[in-house]
């Protein structure tokens, strides 16, 4: 006795399930793809995983609260590829809630060739990223250094004088990443070890 196997053509509903199941893969490769610059967006909006907006022009001048003071402190790192030296000039300031305040960053470029990097900014804790305005920064643009170049990079924020009152210290971080360089070498491996502390 022998089978024979008969090539039957797909019925209609199999071939709607299939075309269905295609759609639906098709539709979840889109969303993932979506997802990064989505999920940016919506932080920026919020406030949310301390992520803080891009810059902020006052109509009028903000209310000082001179009766609080918060603490600010600051941070620096590098993404682990960029062989840049990176810190804060200074590590933390108390300011009046509403006060205007400009501290600056220090970025050297240890490699042989130029790098344009883009820093990403962070405000911990989460909630108070809705309350830091920066009027200037050096993460609104990419900065470009030459091979030994170094480079004080300011930065002017406000903290909303509508910081809840039991938020009393901040901490504001940028990790610097690579954007583009101008010489595709691997950077060597004496540069990419070296300390990114100045």
């Known amino acids: 006795m022998t089978m024979q196997t ?11 399930i299939i075309g269905k199941l295609v759609l ?18 919506f932080c920026d909006v919020t406030g949310l995983n301390g992520k803080t907006g891009g810059k902020v022009n006052f109509t009028s001048a903000p209310v000082v609260d001179e009766k609080r003071l918060v603490k600010v ?13 990176f810190r804060p000039q200074q590590t933390s300031v ?17 490699a042989s060739y130029t790098i344009t990097g883009q820093a990403v900014p962070s405000v911990a804790p989460g909630l108070a990223a809705a309350y830091f305005q920066k009027t200037e920064c050096f993460c609104f ?14 930065v002017t924020f406000i903290v909303d004088s509508q910081l809840p009152e039991d938020m009393n210290e901040l901490t504001l971080s940028y990790t610097f990443f690579i954007s583009k360089k101008d010489n595709q070498e691997a950077p060597s491996s004496l540069a990419h070890n070296q300390d990114h502390k100045l």
Request: proline share 11%; net charge positive.
């Open 94 to 110: 108390e300011v009046h809630p509403g006060q205007p305040t400009t501290i600056t960053y220090i970025a050297k470029n240890n």
């Open 24 to 41: 639906l893969v098709v539709v979840m490769f889109g969303f993932g793809f979506a997802l990064v610059p989505l999920y940016d967006v």
């Open 6 to 16: 008969e090539n039957k053509p797909l019925q209609p509903t199999t071939r709607r």
């Open 73 to 85: 402190t600051f941070l620096a790192s590098l993404n682990e590829s960029m062989p840049w030296k």
């Open 141 to 154: 643009t990419q900065q470009a250094l030459k091979p030994g170049e170094e480079k004080v990079m300011p």
